[in-house]
């Protein structure tokens, strides 16, 4: 696994990667087509970000019961509160 790190450090590859050249061709057409005397656009602008949001508990569980209901499941919670 390490080595593997190591290897991605040198010559990066992965998801990363399929973004960079697009977002480079991006980032001339902007600067090219920019008004005169604006910042010139970064790469980094229109790199996507794929940040993970942290979700509570409840949040979860709700995504899963709609998952469920939407997939034709039965939500078993129902018939174990049931006495």
Known sequence: MTEWMAFSSLEPFG???????PAITSTILANANRPKGDKAHTVDE?????????????QMLN?????????????LRQQEDEP
């Open 63 to 75: 995504f899963v019961s709609m998952l469920n209901a939407g997939l034709g499941g039965q939500d």
């Open 46 to 58: 229109f790199m996507p970000k794929f940040e993970k949001e942290t979700k509570t508990p409840d």
């Open 15 to 21: 998801t990363d990667t399929q973004y960079i050249g």
